[in-house]
């Protein structure tokens, strides 16, 4: 690549160079990031004028641009692509609807309310392992599909007080859903949504499916609990806030997408997160070895319980590692609403910056051998003095992750459960691809064998 530099704007590919960048920007995320900051350091232009890409790769960086001047950026590139797929939840909405949101769900995520979802959370873990046990003996099992299905139960036991196990075309309603956002960010939302692509096509079934998931969970709230809906969960909530809209018409779409958004983002992170977890263990033995005698040790025979979450200690590591090398929310993505300085370069209004905890997670001026998996780096006993910005794994600022308490509960029970009683591991030969969708996830699926050992 050609390197240009300048001291008002970082330095970057130019001339020919900037072809593949654009290319790899829609189709190979993960290399561009990479390649880019290994390449070029931590402040890279991706693009230049008269649409500005900016990637900046320092906790500094991202402490500034993230939560020190948060107000100067909006969601970014993506995500405003990805709102044609998902319309204007929680996770792509801006200004004083975003904060009308995020009061309306904010308590359901408290520390205490979700203390009180241990039990549920342990349940659905304990279930799960239960359908790993009775899978025919000497047969792959797809668990990212296992995960999904356990993820939704506990999303609607402990978000929305509901049974989401009869809505079973949720997790394939929602895959083409996250196709159709990285199409949009790859052609730039360019080609109109009436074009009959076959992608497209699965796109408008599935959005139809899921607004009929969401009428039926509302209809059934309504006929449940009268017109005075006034749970503390968060389906109760959404239909108490919407209610409060001038428009109907705008209170029945905010209602879809706010719901359709924490469908979304209540379970696909955590399944992810899960999925690259089993798939470190099998590939880490004495990791594998770890976990088991935690959780025979601290568990028992028993399900575990809030009280667990601080015993669970290296779980709990093996999971913070887990999301380091695969961060469930891999890029974060901002546009300038006004001009601003970022490590020195000048960041003028409308330009696009991106903040990748993919490869902030694996910069080696923070992270010792950072392509290693090594759980140890969490232990909390330990003194380290890395930034506190280096490790985002639920994003941060204003726009940090309301369910990271839940999600880590989650994640750490149902590892713990799993390592207890079994053994999985993967197909011979297979490869686990990450894939940068909306979440980093495995790509295809994960085959892998059970193997009991209690």
């Known amino acids: 690549m050609t390197v240009t530099r300048s001291r008002s704007v970082p330095p970057g590919p130019s001339g020919v160079a ?13 290399g561009l990031m990479t390649s880019a900051a290994r390449t070029f350091g931590d402040a890279v232009r991706l693009a230049p004028e008269p649409k500005p890409f ?24 993506g995500l405003v692509h990805a709102r044609r797929a998902l319309g204007d939840g929680l996770l792509t909405s801006e200004g004083d609807l975003w904060r009308k949101q995020r009061r309306a769900i904010q308590p359901v995520f408290q520390a205490k309310r979700i203390a009180q979802q241990a039990g549920a959370v342990a349940e659905e873990g304990a279930r799960f392992v239960h359908r790993l046990r009775a899978a025919p003996a000497g047969q792959p099992v797809d668990v990212i ?17 509901t049974d989401l196990s009869t809505f079973r075309s949720i997790g394939r309603s929602f895959e083409a859903m996250q196709d159709q ?41 309504t006929a449940r609990d009268g017109e005075n809906v006034a749970g503390d969960d968060a389906l109760s909530r959404l239909i ?6 001038p428009d109907p018409r705008v209170g029945r779409q905010r209602m879809r997408d706010e719901l359709v958004t924490l469908l979304l983002a209540g379970h696909e992170t955590t399944a992810s997160t899960l999925g690259w977890s089993l798939h470190l263990v099998d590939e880490h033995p004495e990791v594998r070895e770890g976990l088991h005698a935690e959780a025979v040790e601290v568990l028992g025979d028993r399900l575990p319980t809030h009280e667990d979450l601080h015993r669970l200690r290296y779980t709990t590591m093996v999971v913070e590692e887990v999301m380091r090398l695969f961060p469930p929310v891999w890029m974060l993505s901002r546009k300038a609403q006004g001009p601003d300085t970022v490590a020195g370069y000048g960041v003028r209004a409308g330009a696009d910056v991106l903040i990748c905890p993919y490869t902030l997670h694996r910069h080696p001026a923070f992270w010792t ?13 330990r003194q380290h003095d890395r930034p506190r910005y280096a490790y985002l794994p639920f994003g941060a600022g204003p726009r940090f992750c309301v369910g990271n308490h839940l999600g880590m509960l989650e994640a750490v029970f149902v590892l713990a459960l799993i390592s207890r009683e079994l053994r999985l591991t993967k197909v011979p030969g297979y490869r686990a691809v990450p894939e940068p969708m909306l979440s980093l996830r495995v790509r ?11």
């Open 369 to 381: 051998q950072p392509e290693r998996f090594d759980p140890d780096r969490f232990d909390p006993t």
């Open 181 to 221: 956002a990285m199409f949009e960010l790859a052609t730039m939302s360019a080609v109109p949504m009436w074009v009959p692509l076959p992608k497209q096509v699965r796109f408008r079934r599935a959005r139809r499916n899921l607004q009929r998931v969401v009428d039926r969970l509302v209809t059934d709230r």
């Open 18 to 30: 900037l072809l593949p960048t654009l290319w790899k920007f829609g189709f190979d995320r993960l």
């Open 444 to 454: 295809g699926g994960l085959p892998m064998y059970v193997h009991p050992v209690r």
């Open 240 to 245: 108490q806030s919407t209610r409060q809209e």
């Open 145 to 161: 599909e296992g995960l999904t299905d356990l993820t939704l139960g506990v999303l609607g036991r402990t978000l929305l007080d």
């Open 54 to 77: 900016y990637f900046f790769n320092h906790p500094e960086h991202a402490k500034h641009v993230l939560a020190d001047n948060s107000r100067n950026y909006h969601k970014g590139i």
